[in-house]
């Protein structure tokens, strides 16, 4: 991500927080924030990505309408099974501005490692037909594409759930309500683990730095992405990823959620890498974390200690 639209979005978070402090107790102006605020939350950008050069041989294109979806809504995703016979799957959530044309390098180096990947964008975004998205919204389509990775891959053992930016809130979200439901009913949570890369703690806080900004930020959105009071809630493995020179997302967020996690967990800080290029520039180290953590299983007692954080060589 450059440095001029890191210092436009730096800009525009500022400016709309003033906007906020103006406006905030009309019902009214409350309407139009929270409407403004989805749009600078989710920035979606229409169209196809300037590098995507169309989708790989074995890329399965697919739609979700469930019931519960207004007429002329619907899911589009991606299924790409690896040429492996029952591997592992890993549902990929994405972050915002770009949809999944947008995503394919990622996408294409887990792939590479082995994995066979379930994408999908969120209503509003790519082919996905909906209203601008919102925090509720893209909860109920993580959940909805769980359900179809259950049915694609019925090994709960070999289930990942991978959240980049701000689809690390969604993961994280997704994963707490499948770890809360399973202490609930006395079951196995059914995955194997969670990862989330260059992710936050909350949207109050990212937009608290990235504005650079004493103002109660926070207490001004109305969508939260409150990840640092659900990622003790997951009960399953945790692979936390950060590039220690991300700019736009600081990784002393991660580093935050991964103190509030519970065991087993790990940390990967990758040195020198932004807040898109971890998994390239980690290489082989973040191919041994997540074999790593597809070897680990939850512990019945699950304790808070934390332990060292692993540094990609």
Known sequence: MSSSFLSRLKQRWLAWSFMAALVVGLPVGCAVLQHKERELVFRIEPGTASWFSGLP??????????????????????????????????????????????????????????????????????????????????????????E??????????????????????VAVDLAAELGQEAASNGSVVPARGLVIESTFTSLGDVATAMANTSL???????????????????NM???VVHGAADR???PRFSEQLFNAAREPKH???VPGATHNNSMSLAGRTYRQALDTLMKTTA???????GASPAKAG
């Open 57 to 146: 041989s074995g890329v399965q294109e697919f739609d979700l309408k469930p019931k519960s979806f207004k007429a002329g809504e619907n899911l589009h995703g991606w299924w790409w099974p690896a040429e492996r016979k029952n591997a592992p799957a890993i549902l990929y959530l994405h972050g915002v501005r770009w949809n999944l044309t947008g995503q394919l390098f990622r996408i294409q180096q887990l792939r590479a490692l082995g994995y066979s990947v379930l994408a999908i964008d969120y209503r509003g975004f790519g082919k996905s037909q909906g209203d601008l998205p919102s925090e509720a919204s893209v909860y109920e389509d993580a959940r909805i594409a769980w």
């Open 148 to 169: 179809r990775l259950e049915v694609l891959q019925p090994d709960p053992a070999l289930r990942l759930i991978y959240g980049h930016s701000l689809g690390g809130a």
């Open 216 to 234: 109660p930020v926070r207490w001004l959105l109305s969508q939260k992405f409150d990840s640092i009071d659900k990622i003790g809630e997951i």
């Open 237 to 239: 493995p945790l692979l």
């Open 248 to 250: 736009y997302v600081p």
């Open 267 to 269: 940390l990967l800080l």
């Open 299 to 305: 512990s019945p007692v699950a304790g808070r200690a």
